[in-house]
């Protein structure tokens, strides 16, 4: 599995390929930036706010209890998933600045240090850092190359599926959505 992901400018390009035996899937994605979005209206708003307020804390309290339920057994399961993945190749280029170049120094030694950190836990990942400190800018570049056996984490999903508090989650909202 291939990740891929470069901002430059307001551009983000984020290119995903899965290649298993001799099947292949290339997934080529492109974001702007938010700068053209509709700005909403202060009575749009206030409209939104009545039909939210609509549902009822009753299904605020369910979401909230679900969440509380779900959040110790997903993070297992998250937890056992990483466990599995394997970095074969990473690279990451940042190119930074801020307008104050105090700030670009102090962020270019947390970096450095994290950097540093990075390096020890894996040789195979390169971390570039370029701070600018004449002006403002932010551009990256991240390749990764990492390998998950599918048959490793089988027995994470099922160990979350099978879980009591999962099962008891996925009856009451069952239950739920029948009455």
Known sequence: ???????????????????????????????????GQKKVSSSESEEQAV???????KDIEF????????????MRMMVDIFKKITVKTGYFSIR???????????????????AGIARQISDRCRIKIDPVFDHEVFNYNALFNFQVRIY??????LRFMFNRD??????????RQIL
């Not at 901002?7 to 930036?33: A, C, M, P, V």
């Open 96 to 114: 930074f600045g801020f307008d104050d170049p105090a700030d670009t120094g102090m962020m270019c030694g947390l970096m450095y240090s994290a």
């Open 1 to 35: 599995m291939n990740l891929d992901s470069v901002k430059d400018g307001t551009r983000i390009q984020n290119h995903i390929s899965i290649k298993w035996f001799l099947f292949s899937y290339t997934l080529n994605r492109e974001n702007t930036s938010l700068k």
């Open 166 to 175: 999962v099962m008891s989650a996925f009856w009451k909202v069952l239950r």
């Open 51 to 57: 039909s939210e307020s609509s549902h009822g804390i």
């Open 63 to 74: 979401i909230f209890g679900l969440i509380r339920q779900l959040f110790r057994p997903s």
């Open 152 to 157: 490793s984490i089988i027995p994470a999903f």
